[in-house]
Structures are given as structure tokens and as C-alpha cells.
């Protein structure tokens, strides 16, 4: 690995300043390159779930970009050559929509520019507006290789693009034709069925006429949008309904239009027990009626137009009215004409736009469409047998019951901003698909003087973002080329893509079909799916609500270090996280915590601090040694296994319970000792080892205050541990050495931990202050009596203990609090120190508080349904609470038994 010298640090400061070392390192971990990948070990690539060139980091970015960094810096460290590629998407309307609001504060419009030069417009806003977002990224510390950055409109990515159009259309998947498509009247444009949301409205049921020709016969009618009766062509009855048999073959008349339609049998479009089993049919209006019109011929009378106003072919009176307005006329004009039988209150699901909220309006319109049905098989094929796996695995489902249902595609946007459809059209009608203009003559066999106009609408945005695992590593489409291709080869397919359940669909489901069909491979091996960051309440952040927490605000004030920690503490499979600052705080203390430990070591290392000694390894150095390489294990092991909150449980841990709690105070008289014997500079070696492989063991979750902490420490070590790496981001990481666990040491450590941790306990229980002095009488036998005597010293100064006795059987003592810790047992004497009857009714009374609300809560979690239908994060709440309060009556029982 690449090293580069890097100049002394001054002493490290008092308090620990997040800001000062973060604006430090990340420039220096950029401009020495090593975010590129480094070395020639087993290849690792994540590409980045492209961020709008809009947008703004938010708390969801937050978690994802932590998960990712975290994987890269680890993979990096353990010496893989670890690529995590970056990059921007065009996100056609979202861009679009930004230009055209500053277009129309300056009084103008797209159109008014015309297309090349709105184009050229937006291209001017990325320039010099589109970066934010990768600014912001920076100050997460992610370790993304720039040098590779890409945008989803790039010259080769639009190269890509092209060539799979062209391909998929000269396969027969990609055609042109009139189809019901989701329109948008506000963006003017036809949206996927993914980017409508289906909203539940309040709207009335309307019951119409329609009279039979030939009689005085009629039949009623029920729908929700009466404006659109104006475009039937029939009504349809089943073909079984006994009711309505006498009908087939015969007409209606139409209400207000006085147009006479047919009365058709279709079974699947009608079901006999629903309404009056008699149904309008609006080709022109609606999906199903649309299916129908073609089983019978039937003629498609197109009512509202793309504006969302009524056409000429609405009528006189109804003509350019908005559809809503026109929806009130139809009604007061059905009431006037004495057909409208009823109207009810209805509640029901309406489609609305997603990205402008507006309803859409279904209607048929020539398009572009991508037919992805054995596509999808062989996507579905790919999960089913391995080649890629969801983790969770329950978000398997979901994406077969979607893969399993789909639809063509429709590809099309009338948009001005994306990738360009390459398509060309004749004069006369014609058009052909291909690579550019030029190819587009050929194919044609046309002059250039020849006019050729290019298809006027863009791809989805999607479409480029389906190619994402593969054209971002330069593929072409051209197999000598792609076999050249060292990138191609290294880092397809990716390891791992990280991305929220709510783009499965969107994005997931479709560049494994694109990546499968042009690459015979899948994009990835693992998709890691994460849910939704909520606010401390679990709901859903938004602004509406005025709950949406900014990352760089959190940043700011608790760290970025501190922020990334709570957030990868609180991935536990792929629920969804509550976000509590609470949490940030108590990592922000935990990030002071590691500045304060290493302060403290540091300060006491001294000049000769760290070298060889033949001092022998004292029992909490067996100890120190044996955790340590147990939890780097137990974390490397979690980060393959995407168990992010059990690496951070672990080392949150061992650097505060293991290391600070117990080993530093163990380790203090050798460390501060005025001398520097050997005793004493093996202490300081050991310590100052243990610090920067813990260093090393948090760096991918905390960057920033490792990389501050780290250089310091190595300073300490050159004269022991030679040349190292310049940056804790290329260092080995810790992989546990198992020939390092000592169970014989974490035992008998655990008993003297133990024995002064129950000492102790009996002195805070009991409010006995500090300086009564206290005796303490164990009774222990064999080894675990050996361990005792020898930390006899640990014992007195960490407990707070005036005389520490031992007996092999605990003698009678008179009142004294008596504690079991294995096999030993323990005893301190209270008489004349505290009351015995005032302290056990004080206890008492805590066991009873206690109880009550273990009642409580119980009671909730036991109540029927709860566990099922609450939120998982309330049920998990509750589950806390739960264990809190056992864990609390346990300790006041066992002290009250012990007097």
C-alpha cells in the first residue's frame, strides 16, 4: 500500500473538537489517493445508489452512505482492492422542474427558449448549481473514489444507453404504440405505474340511466368519474348473468350525447355479484375498459385531453373545460335530464402523480415500451438460485411477487431534459431507430438533404439508472472491446448494492433484468436492503410535518463520527430506525470517551514510551490481549454478515468496558509510573498496542477521530513497530488471532471483575459514601483463591476497600451484605455503618415501584394483537423496557436478600 509521510502531531488537545479533525483528513485521504483501489488483492466494488444532481443529503443518504463506507474502508483494510464508484443521476423531471421554476420567476419559459437552448440552460444550472450534493458527501467522510465519478447523462453513459435501445428494439422488446398510459397533466408527461401513488380520496358514486333502445327498459350505472361517460362506447354485462341475457346484441343510448353504444357480454371485465352488473366502457379513459375496447372492436372516444381539459369531442358546453369543473356539469346536467338515479359518499383509491401530486389521468397515447416479461424470468431465476441474494432474505418475496406480475415498461417521457429516444422520423411517416443521425440515414438509405426530425420525447430516468452496475465500468457493447476491458472484468459484478426497500422495483428488479440480458451476469451478489430513518416517534419524516432532521445540522452538533456510529448501531436487519438524538448524544460521549482514553495513554507514555521488554504479561494483559482478538473476530465477522449493530455493540464494549473501565485503571500504576523499567515499558508497550489496534478496529465506522487518534499513537511505536502505513485507512485491519484467546485468563478476570464489581455495587445500593471505610471478606478456594490474593491490591484501590480478608468459608459476620460471584462468595460487614430495617424498607419500596411498572408493561406487550399489528419499533421499545426493568428488580432482590 501506497505511503506518504505526514508531519508531527502538536499535543493532543483537552477537548475533543469533531470540526477541527474533520475538515482535516478528508483532503488528505483524497489527495494521496487512497480511496482508489490499491494493491492487487481480491477485487471489492460497491457503486453507489446515484443521488439526484438536485438534490441534498437527508438522514436516509445518511444511513445508506455510512453502511457503504463502512463495508469499503473494512474491505480496503483488510487489502482488498476495494472500488466504491460514485456518481450523480440527471433525474429528468425532478431537473427539469427546478430550471422551469427560475425560467418562470424570470418571466419566461421553456418554450419561449425552445428546446436547445433549455437544454443548454440545464446543462449551465448542473454546472454551477448541481454539486451540493457531492459537497455534502465529502463531510460524511465517504471513502468514494472520484477520480471515477459519473453522471447518469455523461458521454459514455449516454454512449451505453444508446447502444442497449438499439439493441433491445432490434430484438423486438422495445416498440412504439398506442397504449393507456399514466399521464401527468401538471409535468405533461406519461409516468411508470411505480411513480404513481395511490392516494384514498372522498369522492361520491354516481348511479346513471342508460335507457335500452327498442323499449322502455333501463339500467343503471354506478362511477366515480361521470365526466368520462361522455367518451363511452358500450356497456358490458357478464356473459352468465341470467339477468341480463334478453340485452346481448342490443343498444343503449348514451345520456347528454344521445350516441347509441352496444351492450356487450365480457367475462372479464364484469362480475356478477358486483353493483348492478351492468358496466359504462371508456376505452379512451381507463386501463381495463381500454383491454375491453380491443376483445371488441369497440371505438376509443378520447374525452379529456393531455391538459386535463375536455376536448371537442366532449361536446358542446363541456369543450375546454377543466376535468373536474366539466365533472360538475355532467352531474348538474344528468340531475336536469332526470337519469341521474342516486349519488352516494364513496371512498376510494385515486392514482396521483408522485413527483407533482396531481390525479392522473389514464389515457392512450403513442409511447415507447419495453417488454420485460422473460427478462424478469430470468431475474427471478438469478435470486431464486443464488447468483444474487436479498439480506434480509424476506424482501425475496416482494420481489418475485412483482417480477412474477409484470408489464411492459413504458419507457417514454415527454420530457426535454434526459437521454434523447434515438429514434428518427421521416416526413412521410416513417421512422427507424438507431446509434445516431448518420446511422439513421443509412438504415433509411436517405440523402442528407433528406429531412429527418428526431423523436422528440427522453428516456425514463430509470432506464439509464437500469445500466448503472455495468456502463459506469465503460462497458460499450462491443464483445472485443468489453473483453479488453481490466474494469469490467475486476469490479463486475459488483459485491454488494445497499438500497432502501422502496426502490426494489424502481431500480433494483430492473438492472438485474438489464445487467443479466447484456452482461449474462448479475449486477451484484448481495442487495442489502435498509428501512426508512424516522424521527424519535417512528413516523415517517417529511416536511409537512416539520420532522425532517437535517444530517449536516447533526453533524454539526454531535459529529459526524458520532452521527455515523448512532446510525450503523441502529441497522438491525432492515427494519426501519427510529432517530433519536438522545442516541447521538450518548455516541457523541462515546467518541469522547476514545479522545479522552488516548489523551490519558498518550500523556503517560512518556519519552522511552514503547520498546521491547522481557517483563512477563501480568493477568490483565492475558485478559486485554484475549478480548481484543476475540471481538476483532466477532466484527469482522458481523461486517460479512451485515450485523452493523452487533460490530458497534462490540466495540462500544470493549473500548469503554473492556478497555477503559477495567484494563486502563488496572494498567495505571505501570503506565504512570515515574520510571521506566522494564515492568513499566512493557505496560506502556501493551497499552500503546491495544489503543491502535482499537483504533483500527472503529475506523470504518468512525473515520475522522481515528485517523486524529491513530497518528498520534503510531508516533509512540516507530521505534518498536518500524514503518507502518501513513493513514489507519490502508492499516491491516484486526482479524483476531485465535491462538491469542486465552479462556483461562477472560475467566479468572471475570471473577476479579467481579468481586469488585459487586463491592462496589453494595456501596452505591446501600448510599455509602465514599470515604466509610469498608472491609471486605471473601471466601474462595483453588484457583479462583489464587487469582484474588494476586490482585488483592486491584481489589482494595478499585473497589474502594480498606482490608480485603479471605477465608475458605465465610465466617459468621454479624449484619453484613453477603453477594455470590461464581464460586466465590463475598461479605462486607454494615453494622454501625447503616440501618438495617430503614434500608431493607427502602428497597422494598423500590421493588414494589419496580414491579408496578413491569405490570404495566407486561401487560401492553401480552395484550392480544399488539406484537402483531403495533409498530416493530414501539414493540421493541416496550421489549427494552421489559428487560430494564427485570435486570433492576433482579439487582434490589439479590441486595436485599444479601442483608
Known sequence: MTEHATAPQPEIPKAYDPASIEHKWYPFWESNGYFQPQGDGEPYSIVIPPPNVTGYLHMGHALQHAIMDTLTRWRRMQGRRALWLPGTDH??????????????????????????????????????????????????????DWTR???????????????????????????????????????????????????????????????IVGSEETVTVATTRPETMLGDTALAVNPDDERYLHLHGKTAILPIVGREIPIIADGLLVQMGFGTGVVKVTPAHDLNDFETGKRHNLDSVTVIGKDGRMTAEAGEGFAGLDRFKAREKVVQTLEELGVLAKVEDYTHNVGHCQRSGVPIEPLVSDQ???DVKDMAAKAIAAVKNGQTRFVPNSWEKVYFDWMENIRPWCISRQLWWGHRIPAWHTADGRFVVARDEADARTRLDIADNVELTQDPDVLDTWFSSALWAFSTFNWTGDAEQDAANEDLKLYTPTSVLVTGFDIIFFWVARMMMMSLHFTNDVPFRTVFITGLVRDAQGQKMSKTKGNVIDPLEVFNKYGTDAVRYSLLSAVTGGNDIKLQETKMESARNFANKIWNATRFVLMNLGDGATGQSDA???????????????????????????????????????????????????????????????EVIAARTRIADILEQSMRLLHPLMPFITEELWQRVRETQHSASGTQPASVCIAEFPTGNAALIDETAETEMETVIGVITRARNIRSEMIIPNATALDLHIAAAGRSAEVLREQEAAIKRLARIENVVFHDTLPELGFSAKALVGDVRVAIPLEGIIDRDKERARLEKEIAKREKDLGIVTTVLNRPGFAENAAPEIVAEKQEQLATLETQLATLRETIAAL
Open 91 to 144: 433525474a429528468g423531471i425532478a431537473t427539469q422542474m427546478v430550471v422551469e421554476r427560475q425560467l418562470a420567476e424570470q418571466g419566461t419559459s421553456r418554450t419561449d427558449l425552445g428546446r436547445e437552448a433549455f437544454e443548454k440552460k440545464v446543462w449551465e444550472w448542473k454546472e454551477h448549481s448541481g454539486g451540493t450534493i457531492q459537497k455534502q458527501m465529502r463531510l460524511e467522510g465517504i471513502s468514494v
Open 149 to 211: 465519478e459519473r453522471f447518469t447523462l455523461d458521454a459514455g453513459l449516454s454512449a451505453a444507453v444508446r447502444e442497449v435501445f438499439v439493441r433491445l428494439h432490434e430484438q423486438g422488446l422495445i416498440y412504439r404504440g398506442a397504449y393507456m398510459v399514466n399521464w401527468s397533466p401538471k409535468l405533461q408527461t406519461a409516468v411508470s405505474d411505480l411513480e404513481v401513488e395511490m392516494k384514498e380520496v372522498k369522492g361520491k358514486l354516481y348511479h346513471i340511466t342508460y335507457r
Open 368 to 370: 415507447w415500451f419495453l
Open 616 to 678: 512477563p504479561a501480568q493477568l490483565q494483559d492475558r485478559w486485554i490481549v484475549s478480548r481484543l482478538n476475540r471481538v476483532a473476530g466477532e466484527v469482522n465477522e458481523a461486517f460479512e454478515n451485515y450485523r452493523f449493530h452487533d460490530a458497534a455493540l462490540g466495540l462500544y464494549k470493549f473500548f469503554w468496558n473492556d478497555f477503559c473501565d477495567w484494563y486502563i485503571e488496572l494498567a495505571k500504576p505501570l503506565v504512570t509510573a515515574p520510571e521506566a523499567t522494564p
